[in-house]
């Protein structure tokens, strides 16, 4: 019997609880391709394939990569973007048993290595223009073997050409090298039908990486039941079915891109509109032409749809709702993409919600037909949150800020070979629950919905993507110049926060624009763009905590305060 919570009144239609069927991804997938075979499941750049073709793709796949050696159990790292081969090698090596390592395909060498080795991959694909990064990394770890896939693979005619003529023809080719095998020729071989991994509902199928106040990566361990369990409360939440179209702008590294715009499209038979590379011309031009009724994305995204002109000559009355996670959506975001909706023959509110990789993605948001300023909405069915005294068990009344809390099964199995953390994110509480402790600061109003307020660990939203301040000090400290260092983020009008760099120089370096650039350059050696410094501001000394700590704080002040002087944007004006 489900607890009945106060959030349940503003359910409308949909049911308090799911029955979670105990089958893996692939199986649901499969499950829907039997109900509507000739449904499109996705569509990439004007290629479309139905559910039935997706599914005799994956099974393909999954006897090419049983041929290369990928057992039950294993490990593969997918570095792609939002492309059917990284979504047909997701399905395959979860058919197989295995475990998909999902990273982002713009990764540095260094991060790779550092991925591959957590994850244990003996298997990777990549596009072909990032052969050389894994040709680098690969002898220092495990992974022996090397899936190539171009961009033109799916690409219709006219387009393949036109790819080839603007970038495909400027990536190196390929030497000969016996790891390496083309994602094409793999697929059009004959392979012995590989046996089904037979893999429980329970065991790990997903890595994700997120952070943590340490700025090393974690991986988080998700299950085939964390994976059903979010597709089908999506679905329910959106009313998402076989007669719809979503947006997947969101890349498949991502869980919001992974578990919303892709799998949960494909446990309802919607279709899934890949989008590999986002720009706001070509979303606008899809959102035209392809009349999505979900859009979900991050604020950036409605910021740049915003200022689109195809985007506001479109026909919206196709869209049936449009959803923000990832950030906090400033006001003037919401207000211009609603005025312009409006205008354009649709009546959807832009509508936020809340969610961590640690459960997939989300597990909250606002209702389709309520809306309450400020809230990131109310839990999904099966899900519970909570706000706790900090370092405590203890509810704490409405309207009170604490930590957020929450569980269901969406909630991860834990954090990969990291025993201490995991202990730390999950706890036990007296209800005899264990409930992930996100680190982050919320309330809840008597209704039960829930405020989102900040991060209490130090990170960084750029884009929608996580920065992790410690991550960035480890490079810049690690560049013979610097003696100390504290990286904060601040505000952005288009990408919500961008980094800066205090830095403080070993004696005899001059703080000039050469030095600044000379850093900024070191740290692109290390760190995907949006975690390096977009500026680098020079001090003789960091402010201190009473113990001794960079009072980072103390310089998110002094930088807004700065801000408020110089009459420079704040972020303030969008949270009136």
């Not at 979670?20 to 750049?45: G, N, Q, S």
């Not at 994305?297 to 409605?302: C, R």
């Not at 961008?498 to 070993?506: E, G, I, Q, S, Y």
């Not at 001090?539 to 801000?563: D, I, M, S």
Request: net charge negative.
């Amino acid at each position: 019997m489900t607890q009945e919570k106060p959030w349940h009144q503003f359910y409308s239609n949909i049911p308090k609880s799911l029955d979670y069927p105990k089958i893996t991804m692939y199986e649901a997938v499969l499950r829907t391709a039997r109900r509507v075979p000739e449904k499109v499941a996705w569509d990439f750049m004007g290629t479309c394939c139905t559910y039935k073709n997706f599914v005799r793709q994956i099974s393909i796949c999954a006897n090419a990569l049983s041929f290369l050696g990928l057992k039950k159990g294993e490990t593969i790292t997918i570095s792609m973007p939002t492309t059917p081969q990284g979504l047909i090698c997701f399905y395959a090596a979860n058919k197989l048993g295995a475990r998909a390592s999902m990273i982002h395909p713009l990764s540095t060498e260094s991060e790779i290595e550092y991925y591959l080795n957590l994850s244990k991959s003996t298997m990777a694909l990549t596009l072909d223009a990032f052969y050389d990064k894994f040709d680098c990394v690969m002898k220092k770890t495990g992974c022996n073997t090397l899936i190539i896939a171009r961009i033109g693979d799916y690409l219709p005619l006219l387009k393949k050409m036109g790819f080839w003529l603007t970038k495909g023809r400027k990536i190196p080719a390929i030497p000969a090298d016996n790891r390496v095998h083309f994602w094409k020729d793999l697929l059009a071989a004959d392979h012995a039908e590989a046996p089904d991994g037979e893999t429980d509902f329970e065991d790990t199928a997903v890595i994700l990486y997120s952070g943590g106040t340490t700025g090393i990566p974690k991986g988080i361990m998700l299950s085939n039941k964390n994976f059903i369990s979010e597709g089908m409360m999506v679905a329910s939440w959106g009313d998402l079915d076989e007669n719809d179209a979503i947006l997947a702008i969101l890349p498949i590294f991502h869980g919001f891109g992974l578990g919303v715009c892709a799998h949960a499209a494909f446990t309802a038979g919607a279709k899934s509109i890949l989008v590999p590379q986002f720009t706001p011309e070509t979303v606008a031009r899809l959102i035209k032409t392809q009349k999505p009724n979900f859009i979900i994305g991050v604020p950036t995204l409605y910021a740049a749809l915003n200022k689109n002109k195809d985007f506001k000559n479109a026909d919206l009355s196709c869209l049936k709702a449009a959803f923000s996670g990832a950030d906090t959506l400033p006001l003037t975001i919401k207000t211009e993409f609603e005025q312009i909706v409006q205008s354009r023959g649709g009546d959807v509110k832009l509508l936020e919600g809340y969610g961590l990789t640690e459960a997939v993605t989300a597990i909250m948001a606002m209702p389709l037909d309520h809306f309450r300023k400020g809230s990131v909405g109310i839990p999904f069915p099966d899900m519970d949150a909570k706000i706790v005294g900090e370092d405590t068990q203890e509810e704490l009344p409405a309207g009170e800020d604490g930590e957020m809390c929450i569980s269901g099964p969406a909630v991860m199995q834990g954090y990969l070979d990291n025993q201490k953390e995991t202990a730390h994110a999950l706890r036990k509480h007296d209800d005899g629950k264990t409930w992930l402790h996100t680190g982050d600061i919320a309330s809840r109003d008597a209704d039960g919905f829930f405020y989102f307020k900040l991060r209490q660990k130090r990170m960084i939203k750029s884009s929608g993507m996580n920065v992790y301040p410690a991550q960035v000090e480890a490079v810049l400290f690690n560049h013979p110049y610097v003696a100390d260092v504290c990286v904060i983020g601040v505000p952005d009008r288009d990408q919500v926060e961008t980094v800066k760099a205090f830095v403080v120089l070993k004696p005899g370096i001059a703080g000039d624009t050469s030095t600044e650039e000379e850093l900024i350059s070191h740290c692109r050696e290390d760190l995907i763009k949006w975690s390096c410094p977009r500026s680098i501001e020079f001090r003789k000394e960091l402010p201190t905590t009473a113990v001794g700590k960079v009072a980072f704080n103390t310089l998110k002040k002094e930088e807004l305060e700065n801000r408020r002087k110089n009459n420079e944007y704040t972020g303030e004006e969008n949270h009136d």
